[in-house]
C-alpha cells in the first residue's frame, strides 16, 4: 500500500512539474512529499464559491504567518482580517474593482509596520536613526512577504484559494485611510483566500526554466532559446485561457513601458515619505 501512495503522490509531483516547466520539468521520481504536492500545485484562484473560512482554520493559517522567519525577531508584519462588507466593497473599489475582494470567505491586507518597534525604542529611551535608512524598510516588506507567503501556502493546504492583490497599492493613500493605518506602516498586499470554484479555470502557470533563473556561483544570462522555450509555454497557457496570449507585449510591456504602466503607483514614494519612512 505505501509503494502504491507513494507512487500516486510522485506522478501527481510530475504532473505538476511538466506544468510548470514544460518538457525540461525536474525528476519527481521516487519523491514522496505532500508539503511539494501543495507548493507545485499552486494556482491564483480569482473566482471564489460562497462559504468560510473556520475561526480555527484563519488562526493556524496566521500562527503559519507568524511562524516565519523574521529579521533579528522584529516582526515587522501587522495583518488586517477585513470582514466588514462596507469595507471590503470599498477595498474593491480601490483594487479597481476586484470581486475577489469582496467574494472570499477571508480578505487580509498585510503591512509592513515599524510602527510598535519604534514606540517601544522610544519608551526605552532610544534614538531611531537608522530606521530613515532604505534597508530597514527593506526588512519589513521582506519580513511582511515571508510571512504572507507562509500563510498562503498554509491555506491552500487546507485545500482553500489564493489570490495576492497588489492593486490595492494602486490608490494607496486611500486604503491606508480606509484601514486607519498610523505613522511608520505600510499596506504591501492583500490576500483573499476561499473556496475556488470548479468552474475557474486557472491552472499551474509556467514559469521560466531552471536554467534561465538558477545560477551556479556566478550569474549567467538566459540563451535566447531558454526564454523563447518560456515564450512559447506561457503564450499557449493564455491560449488555453482564452486569454491575450502575447506575454511580452499584454504582460511585460503592459507594466513597465511608461509611468502610467503603474496605475497610480508611480507617487508611492511620496506616501512612503508620509507614512515615515525616509528611504535615505
Known sequence: MRDAVTEVITNALQRQLDKRYGPAAPSADGIDNATLEV????????????????????????AAAQS???????????????????LRARLAELAGGQRLVTDAAVFLVWVADWSRNIALARAHGHSIEATSYLDST????????????????AAESLGYGITFVGALRNSIDAVIEALGLPQWTFPVYGLAIGIPDPADPADIKPRYGQSVVVHRNTYSAPTDGDVEDYLDRINAYYREQELPEDWVKNRLAGRISTPESLHGRQGIRNTFHRQGFELR
Open 138 to 153: 527593506v526588512s519589513s516588506i521582506v519580513d511582511v512577504t515571508l510571512s504572507a507567503q507562509n500563510a498562503a501556502v
Open 68 to 86: 516565519a522567519s523574521t529579521s533579528a525577531n522584529f516582526q515587522f508584519t501587522s495583518v488586517i482580517v477585513v470582514d466588514d462588507p462596507d
Open 39 to 62: 507548493l507545485l500545485g499552486h494556482r491564483t484562484v480569482r473566482r471564489y464559491l460562497p462559504g468560510q473560512v473556520s475561526e480555527r482554520e484563519l488562526e493556524l493559517i496566521l
